[in-house]
T-cell receptor, first 117, second 115 residues
Framework: QKEVEQDPGPLSVPEGAIVSLNCTYS??????FMWYRQYSRKGPELLMY????GNKEDGRFTAQVDKSSKYISLFIRDSQPSDSATYLC?????????????????FGQGTILTVHP | KAGVTQTPRYLIKTRGQQVTLSCSPI?????VSWYQQTPGQGLQFLFE???????NKGNFPGRFSGRQFSNSRSEMNVSTLELGDSALYLC??????????????FGPGTRLTVT
């Protein structure tokens, strides 16, 4: 079983819809959670970054973390065709002196989203 | 501020050859991580460097190696290339300072094709 599970979709929605993207994880040590957007043939672009449980909002994007359920979500309001991309969740633990976690993000498989006009 | 840059962007190599990929992090970022992205396995962590030292390594064979220079630029090398090494190789940089240290910013990647 993968440490991070993400439904690959594809997900197709009409312009203006609210999009919900989700990931579940099994490692309870994960404390930092990120969402990346990746356009075709480009590198991932950091969208949201949250620590522990709670919500964070940035424009049309809202990230939610529920550590008790090991579940994170990204909501996109008023979706636009330019939001069409692959969305990747990523997470990491606090690096420790033992060096077992420095610089390592664990990613979900990514969800392919298409927003059609 | 300039983003993470990677060179070359595209590369075609033959089985058995070796390849070196280069990454220049965002100015001021001292940590550089490398990832391999394939359709089947997604993004997988290769290794991380900080102050010219490898601090962490993923589960890849010894054919995959890297290094970091005093200006934080990093290179990764793959020796004895196999067909399965065809992938997008991404590097990411971060400040490595709490609480910002865990945000990683990615470059555009180097697409390696092994024939």
């Amino acid at each position: 079983q993968k440490e991070v599970e993400q439904d690959p979709g594809p997900l197709s929605v009409p312009e203006g819809a609210i999009v919900s993207l989700n990931c579940t994880y099994s490692n309870s040590a994960f404390q930092y959670f990120m969402w990346y957007r990746q356009y075709s043939r480009k590198g991932p672009e950091l969208l949201m970054y949250t620590y522990s449980s709670g919500n964070k909002e940035d424009g049309r994007f809202t990230a939610q973390v529920d550590k008790s359920s090991k579940y994170i979500s990204l909501f996109i309001r008023d979706s636009q065709p330019s939001d069409s991309a692959t969305y990747l969740c990523a997470m990491t633990v606090i690096p420790n002196a033992g060096g077992t976690s420095y610089g390592k993000l664990t990613f979900g498989q990514g969800t392919i989203l298409t927003v059609h006009p | 501020k300039a983003g993470v840059t990677q060179t070359p962007r595209y590369l075609i190599k033959t089985r058995g050859q070796q390849v070196t990929l280069s990454c220049s992090p965002i100015s001021g970022h001292r940590s550089v991580s490398w990832y391999q992205q394939t359709p089947g396995q997604g993004l997988q962590f290769l290794f991380e460097y900080f102050s010219e030292t490898q601090r962490n390594k993923g589960n890849f064979p010894g054919r995959f190696s890297g290094r970091q220079f005093s200006n934080s630029r990093s290179e990764m090398n793959v020796s004895t290339l196999e067909l399965g090494d065809s992938a997008l190789y991404l590097c990411a940089s971060s400040l490595d300072r709490v609480p910002a240290s865990y945000e990683q910013y990615f470059g555009p990647g180097t697409r390696l094709t092994v024939t």
